[in-house]
């Protein structure tokens, strides 16, 4: 399954983007998508995650009440609301695609980048 992400952008410090990742396949139940994030020089950092079946989410602690996940199972599609942005989210970010009992992601987009100005 291929990956590509869209709807990066620059905004000011507290608007807002919404941000896209398509996969060119059927996701099958049992698979879980996910947001990543890595800004130059730090690590990849965990943002959200969905499970393409229950619809149960999860999020990383730094964007808890700020960003949401969400699917669309008929389009193979999911998105990443992101609200409230701050400075410290410009990143890349990169949805990938694992199965539910598996911690290594099968499949990667190349990211799409955020960049948030004070």
């Known amino acids: 399954v291929q990956l590509v992400e869209s709807g990066g952008g620059s905004v000011q410090a507290g608007g807002s983007l919404r941000l896209s990742c398509a996969a060119s396949?059927?996701?099958?139940?049992?698979?879980?998508l996910s947001w990543y994030r890595q800004a130059p020089g730090k690590e990849r950092e965990f943002v959200a995650s969905i499970a393409w079946s229950s619809g149960h989410t999860e999020y990383g602690l730094s964007v808890q009440g700020r960003f949401t996940i969400s699917k669309n199972n008929d389009k193979n599609m999911m998105f990443l609301e992101m609200n409230s942005l701050k400075p410290a989210d410009t990143a890349t970010y990169c949805c990938g695609r694992r199965l539910v009992c598996i911690t290594n992601y099968a499949d990667w987009g190349t990211g799409t980048q955020v960049t948030v100005s004070a």
């Open positions: 396949g059927r996701i099958l139940p049992g698979n879980v």
